[in-house]
Each structure stands twice: as C-alpha cells, then as structure tokens.
C-alpha cells in the first residue's frame, strides 16, 4: 500500500503495521523526521546575516602621552594620537592604553580608569585615553646665601626645559653648579 505524507513516499504493507495505533505512532516519527530533514534543507540554502562592522576609533590624548590598541591587533596611535579600526559589532574585544615615558595613564573618556579594559560596542564608538605628564621637583640651592642666590627650582613636568640661575652677591662670582656645570 502506497501512503503519501507532505511530499514524502512511505511505502508499508498491512504485513509491516499491526495495529492502526502503530500506524500512527509510525507516521508520528515520520513527522518528526521529516520536518528535521526540512529544516536541515532549508538551513543548508540559507543565507546568514553576519553582524554589521562599526568603527572603533580609539584617542591618546595628548598624542605624546603614550598609545592606545586593541587586542590581537598589532595597532598602535598614528602620529597625531588617533587610529581607527572596522570591527563586527557586539563583538566582545579588549583595549589597551599605555602611557609612553615621562606620563602616568588618567582614564578613559568614560571615566574608566583601567588601562585595559573590555569593551563591546553597538554603534561608531571612540575612546579617548588621557595621559597626564609626570611631574619632577627640581631644587636648587646655594651653598651659602651670602655669597649669592639661585633661581628656577620649582615643580616641572617631565621633560621640560628649565633655566636656573645663579646670582652672585657684589663682591663674590659664581663658580660651578653641583653637577660641575659652569
């Protein structure tokens, strides 16, 4: 006997099938079946829809204070502090700050202080670290006040230039600065 169920031949004889409660516990698990083997199908010709790219723009503010990357990215801050990337949206990725010599990390524009941070992001994004300059106390002192006195010391960032100087009293001239210099 000949059966046909949503486009699918089963062949059966009245050997094969006892009971019409068989037959219908048969022709549920041929169901089943069936819809699985659809849906395989149907899945096999799909086409996915893979997430939107955003962009991630990420800041060292200011430029010289150090670089910014993301994970797995071998991407460091161009010359004016700022680089960019195109990446899958929602997609969970790490990024870095790191201060360059002379400045301390602050925080992210968010007011996140972790230099390395996780981030996911669902739109255009930018992050901008902050770095701030170290800051160096330079004393200067004479030898003896009588003899004359110095100017300059005070707090610096690091690597500022600075101008001491050294001011004899009438009567007396400067001879060398601790270091040796004249």
């Not at 990725?93 to 925080?107: D, L, P």
């Not at 001011?167 to 400067?174: A, I, L, M």
Request: with cysteine.
């Amino acid at each position: 006997r000949l059966k046909s169920f949503e486009g699918l031949i089963l062949l059966t004889t009245s050997n094969n099938l006892k009971r019409e409660a068989s037959n219908n516990m048969l022709l549920r698990r041929i169901h089943s079946i069936f819809l699985l083997f659809v849906l395989l199908l149907g899945c096999a010709g799909m086409n996915y829809v893979q997430a939107a790219n955003v962009t991630l723009t990420l800041t060292a503010s200011p430029a010289a204070g150090g670089h910014v990357r993301i994970a797995n990215g071998s991407w460091t801050t161009s010359t004016n502090g700022t680089t960019s990337r195109s990446v899958p949206q929602s997609t969970p990725m790490n990024i870095y700050a790191q201060a360059a010599s002379g400045y301390t990390f602050s925080q992210w524009n968010d007011g996140n202080k972790n230099a390395t941070r996780a981030v996911q992001i669902t739109k255009n994004t930018t992050y901008t670290a902050t770095f701030i300059p170290n800051t160096v106390t330079l004393t200067v002192t004479s030898n003896n006040t009588n003899y004359g006195t110095v100017t300059g010391g005070g707090t610096y960032n690091y690597g500022t230039s600075v101008t001491i100087k050294a001011t004899p009293k009438t009567g007396y001239h400067f001879v060398q600065w601790s270091d040796g210099n004249t």
